[in-house]
């Protein structure tokens, strides 16, 4: 599978017999648009505009708190 898309990513591991804390799949959930438009910047908001203290720090807890899983899920 080639994908990018949280997730997809999130159900391959379901597939496999992972079970995804439910914290984790929020914090994809969460994150994904913002990928799309980190990528795209054309496609979305002005990110001065639109990303203020609050939400840049919610957004990198939650992405800090997927690469702890997928590091831990790793050593697996």
Known sequence: MNTH???ELLEQ???LGYE???N???CCMELEPHYSASSYPD???DPIKYYDEWLS???IGCA???IKYVEEMAKI
Request: a positive charge; proline letters at 10%; zero cysteines.
């Open 57 to 59: 720090k919610k957004l």
């Open 5 to 7: 898309v949280l997730t």
């Open 20 to 22: 995804v804390p439910t």
């Open 24 to 26: 984790i799949r929020r």
């Open 43 to 45: 496609l979305g908001p």
């Open 13 to 15: 591991l379901n597939i």
């Open 64 to 66: 800090e708190s997927v």
